[in-house]
């Protein structure tokens, strides 16, 4: 079965700042980068990053052209390269659990198991909240939720994956390109599922090629260009949602 869980068990001590010093954005993050390059084996850089603090409650998004690097700086978030890559630099983390929305619901689900039956098994919960949640993110019929992944639509396997997400509790859920097989529709049901299910508390990383997904989802805004990641500020604007 296909686990939307990633164990990170990297721990780090950090000192607390002194009474009456403004906390640092380093000091409140639950994974960091420092000077971090991942190179293939002849040594050519694929990805380089500087500096890089993720704190709770964050909505991220990454943009960047096909190849930039997006998908691999998900991988270096997640202390997981594809194999032949070298990886340098310094990754902290302070995470039990990481999500992961793909592009496809499909690729998070098991295709022959029961849906909500396997969202219990996965995640532990009770047969009550996976109802809740499947309710939430507008899969509310019993008999859809006793289906196999491979009977639903890709709207509805989308909407699964973002369930099965929420379920874990993941203190970080990283989605790559989430709502690129979708029509305008189902991107806007779909992002407006990820603001409200997930906890105020758990932080949301998007890499997107989507212009519309970092307007209306980021309250931070990353770019991926040849590698090279860099931030831009953006206004976040839920209104746009469906508009």
């Known amino acids: 079965m296909r686990l939307i869980m990633i164990s990170d068990t990297t721990q780090v001590a950090r000192e607390r700042p002194p009474h009456g010093t403004p906390e640092r954005l380093a000091d409140r993050a639950i994974l960091s980068l420092r000077d971090v390059t991942v190179r293939t084996a002849g040594g050519r850089t694929l990805l380089a990053v500087a500096e890089l603090d993720i704190v709770p409650g964050e909505r991220i998004v990454i943009t960047g052209p096909s190849g930039s690097g997006k998908s691999l700086l998900l991988s270096t978030l997640t202390g997981r390269w594809p194999v032949g890559l070298r990886f340098d630099g310094e990754r902290r983390g302070l995470l039990d659990r990481i999500g992961f929305v793909p592009q496809r619901g499909l690729d998070a689900l098991h295709p022959l198991v029961p849906l909500s039956r396997q969202l219990r098994a996965v995640t532990s919960a009770t047969p009550a909240r996976v109802a809740e949640v499947l309710d939430a993110v507008g899969l509310p019929d019993p008999a859809l939720q006793r289906r196999r992944p491979t009977e639903l639509s890709g709207g509805q396997a989308q909407r699964a994956a973002v369930a099965l997400a929420a379920l874990t509790k993941a203190p970080l859920i990283l989605a790559d390109e989430p709502t690129s097989a979708l029509d305008h529709e189902s991107r806007d049901q779909t992002l407006r599922l990820l603001e409200s299910v997930l906890g105020p508390e758990q932080t949301l990383v998007v890499a997107?090629?989507?212009?519309?997904?970092?307007?209306?989802?980021?309250?931070?805004?990353?770019?991926?260009?040849?590698?090279?990641?860099?931030?831009?500020?953006?206004?976040t604007n839920l209104q746009k949602v469906g508009a």
């Open 208 to 235: 997107t090629h989507d212009v519309t997904v970092a307007e209306v989802l980021g309250t931070r805004h990353l770019c991926v260009a040849d590698g090279q990641v860099s931030e831009n500020t953006v206004r």
